[in-house]
Nanobody, 115 residues
Framework: QVQLVESGGGLVQAGESLRLTCAAS????????VSWYRQAPGKKRELVAQ???????NYADSVKGRFAISRGIAENTVDLQMNSLKPEDTAVYYC?????????WGQGTQVTVSS
């Protein structure tokens, strides 16, 4: 049984930073892709950033230059460093991972940016 757990969300002021962590646990042979999505109230879930097993990354235009996705220090973790946060970044952030060919979602972590 594979589980994804997000952490690091919280309430910050505009211009500040947060680091989110996605931790995968369970029976894992290989992690093929890890993505961060977010969903604001009344809006569709959108892709924020992703890292593929070869190391390539992709970002939504709205976060390019401000967010960075990377492998975490701990095994089977991926971080999302969010800098220069804006009120429009307020959302529930979800981790999604392709592990051994199957898709998994975390439960989400709330990020609130006040103006």
């Amino acid at each position: 049984q594979v589980q994804l757990v997000e952490s690091g969300g919280g309430l910050v002021q505009a211009g500040e930073s947060l680091r989110l962590t996605c931790a995968a646990s369970g029976s894992i042979f290989s992690i093929n892709k890890v993505s961060w999505y977010r969903q604001a109230p009344g809006k569709k879930r959108e892709l924020v950033a992703q890292v593929i097993s070869g190391g390539s990354t992709n970002y939504a235009d709205s976060v390019k230059g401000r967010f960075a996705i990377s492998r975490g220090i701990a095994e089977n973790t991926v971080d999302l460093q969010m800098n220069s946060l804006k009120p429009e970044d307020t959302a529930v952030y979800y981790c999604n991972a392709v592990i051994d060919g199957s898709y998994y979602w975390g439960q989400g972590t709330q990020v609130t940016v006040s103006s």
